[in-house]
């Protein structure tokens, strides 16, 4: 029985570690606004297993330039610091996605890991 239990828990671990380092890289969104369209703002505090960060084009110009960020909203996915997906506002200023949308993308790059 012993045997059996430190078995069942060795090949726990060995998955655990394989997961971990399949999944040690860091998804993050960005999501780039202004003051004056904040209405068409998403709520990115409700997606899960990612970073969120927003941020105000008035207020931070660099990033705006660093990101080559044209419209608003502008949301960014990035893969380990790496941008991998961007959704922009269309002519309306609104973004077509949907949050259901943005979740989908981040559990891609996660699923993706293990293929």
Known sequence: MKRNISTF???FLMV???CLGCCNSQVSIIQFNSNWNS???FDISVLKDCEKSEVVICENPKLQEKHKIKSVPTIIVFD??????RFEANIMMKLTCTIKDLQKEIDKIYLAKFE
């Open 9 to 11: 828990l060795y090949i």
């Open 80 to 85: 380990d610091e790496e941008e991998v997906m």
């Open 39 to 41: 209405e068409n703002t």
């Open 16 to 18: 655990l570690f394989l």
